[in-house]
């Protein structure tokens, strides 16, 4: 199983375009106060199933799609009926790839959108192995908690993101060390580097493409934690981090 999911990390491409797609339902959605937090993360998933089996609401049927721009929950019904419906319409002899492209986006409902510097903790339900949840930072400085039960084991889309926020790292990084020759051969101010470094939005107080404000050749800074054995996170380095982040298979 290790082996496999080291072949599919060797291949970033699988990130471009229209990126991985996971069969899912979403079990809900609850406002936290931090960040990070392990313990936060599994209460917020007992609350959030209990209030399920409570209301006996059925959990929406959704697909979580994965690409460089971060994560995508789709209503999976929309997504359903417009695959039919490429099925069923023709292409036009010349623009055949267009019109394809432009059916896939017809009809098609995406519930949310977070982007990847957006995403600060995920965490794996202590008790269910097909359940995980993450931690999303919105623009207005809040925290939200998205809990998701998958069709197949978690830990699949868990090491997907895993691989994915280290993807985006090390381009991240590639972006800062060429910017950084630039501004060594005086190809470009260090104004422009900050400008070009840092991700869109204000709600997330640090990012993976975020620089600090007095070092243009200082490491990319990196936010992602999934905690291995779903233990609590505790303050670590910067270096620390990364190595946290890419070490999940236990």
Not at 147 to 167: C, G, M, N, S, Y
């Amino acid at each position: 199983m290790a082996a496999r999911f080291k072949r599919a990390f060797s291949d970033p491409t699988r990130f471009e375009g229209n990126g991985i797609s996971y069969k899912a339902k979403l079990i809900g959605i609850e406002d936290v106060k931090e960040a990070r937090g392990d313990l936060m993360c599994q209460d917020a998933l007992i609350k959030l199933k209990n209030y399920v089996k409570i209301s006996g609401e059925h959990k929406r049927k959704i697909f979580v799609n994965v690409t460089l721009e971060g994560l995508k929950i789709i209503d999976a019904i929309s997504l359903a009926s417009n695959h039919n419906k490429k099925k069923s319409e023709p292409k036009s002899p010349k623009l055949g790839e267009r019109h394809e492209e432009a059916v896939q986006g017809q009809d098609l409902i995406v519930l949310h959108t977070h982007a990847v510097h957006r995403i600060s903790f995920i965490s794996r339900d202590a008790t269910d192995n097909r359940a995980f949840g993450y931690v999303f930072g919105t623009e207005d400085g809040l925290h939200k908690f998205f809990a998701i039960k998958t069709a197949a084991a978690a830990e699949h889309l868990v090491l997907t993101l895993r691989d994915l926020f280290q993807v985006v790292y090390e381009m991240k990084k590639k972006e800062m060390d060429a910017a950084k020759e630039k501004l060594d051969k005086g190809e470009l101010t260090t104004v422009a580097v900050k400008e070009n470094l840092q991700p869109s939005g204000t709600g997330s107080t640090s990012g993976i493409a975020q620089t600090p404000a007095q070092k243009v050749n200082a490491e990319p800074e990196n936010i992602y934690q999934v905690p291995t054995n779903n233990a609590p996170v505790i303050p670590e380095t910067r270096a620390e981090q990364v190595a946290n982040l890419l070490d999940l298979e236990d």
